[in-house]
């Protein structure tokens, strides 16, 4: 069975910090690694989708790795802004079911004016 | 369009009322989700309906119950919640599962059972 943990639960930066954001799981069968964006009370949004054949996906300021082998996947946040600051989740589908994404906890993240 | 709409933003009921969320995306996806969110916690999985057919269900209560009437729009009725029940109730839709395959989450509804 899939299991997805990211590791920290919060993480607080200044503003135009660097910074990365840690989700591992283990089973490496996995195909595909999707991370979301959730504001407080909101739903949720997508950012990147990582394929099983990619190492890496960019969007603007985020980039997120995937590495099959150690079970690894990070999310890098460049030059960080107070507006970033958000729960950022990861997920996976479940083992044997595509259909069922399993998440991470999420980290909460606060970037400080 | 990546959008997935869901009515309505906010819903307090009763333990003996009957109300019905609702989900709509025109993306032209064929999969369609509810998931159940509690504060602090991640998502997790109600149903799926793939075709408009329900295809995973993970042990719901029976007041839960959902529908997908067509290929757009999902609704899931709601009869005799409890207090437990309140949470944030989110829908997503997706193309059906392969690699490239994205979820799209609408912006949810959050229930209040009283």
């Known amino acids: 069975k899939q299991e997805v943990t990211q590791i920290p639960a919060a993480l607080s930066v200044p503003e135009g910090e660097n910074l990365v954001l840690n989700c591992s799981f283990t089973d490496s069968a996995i195909y595909n690694l999707q991370w979301f964006r959730q504001d407080p009370g909101k739903g949720l949004t997508s950012l990147l989708l990582i394929q099983s054949s990619q190492r890496e996906q960019t969007s603007g300021r985020l980039n997120a790795s995937l590495d099959k082998s150690s079970g690894r996947s990070t999310l890098y946040i460049a030059a960080s802004q107070p507006g970033d600051s958000a729960t950022y989740l990861c997920a996976g589908p479940q083992s044997g079911s595509a259909r069922q994404l399993t998440f991470g906890s999420g980290t909460q993240l606060t970037v400080l004016p | 369009d990546t959008e997935v709409t869901q009515t309505p933003k906010h819903l307090v009921m009763g333990m003996t009322n009957k109300k019905s969320l609702k989900c709509e995306q025109h993306?032209?996806?064929?999969?369609m989700y509810w998931y159940k969110q509690k504060a602090k916690k991640p998502p997790e999985l109600m149903f799926v309906y793939s075709y408009e057919k329900l295809s995973i269900n993970e042990s719901v209560p029976s007041r839960f119950s959902p529908e997908c009437p067509n290929s757009s729009l999902l609704n899931l009725h709601l009869h005799a919640l409890q207090p437990e029940d309140s949470a944030l109730y989110l829908c997503?839709?997706?193309?059906?599962?392969?690699?490239?395959?994205?979820?799209?989450f609408g912006q949810g509804t959050r229930l209040t059972v009283v």
């Open positions: 997503a839709s997706s193309q059906l599962p392969g690699q490239d395959t994205e979820a799209f």
């Open positions: 993306m032209g996806h064929r999969a």
